[in-house]
């Protein structure tokens, strides 16, 4: 049997929001990993939190892809 499936809505709790935020971001850095190992695929993702944190995922050579091609160069944007 399958799971059941979930209206896709803003949860109003902040803490269920913020578990959910990083179980799923989590989830996301994985299958991006996975990816790009199978496939050798050259990556980049960029997640912003609510808060404004930045999470970043990058393989491969190819940094210019990603403006500045350092970490943190998207905060002041």
């Known amino acids: 049997m ?3 499936k979930i209206v896709i809505e803003r949860i109003d709790n902040p803490t269920n929001r913020q578990v959910t935020f990083s179980k799923r971001r989590g989830g ?3 299958k991006a990993r996975e990816l790009a190992i ?3 695929a050259d990556l980049a993702l960029i997640v912003f939190s609510s808060t404004g ?3 970043d ?3 491969g050579g ?3 892809a990603v ?3 350092e970490r943190g160069a998207l905060r002041g944007a």
Do not use: A, E, I, Q
């Open 67 to 69: 403006p500045g091609g």
């Open 57 to 59: 995922f990058r393989n």
């Open 2 to 4: 399958g799971r059941g």
């Open 62 to 64: 190819n940094t210019r």
């Open 53 to 55: 944190r930045l999470y």
């Open 38 to 40: 199978l496939c050798d």
């Open 28 to 30: 996301l850095m994985k």
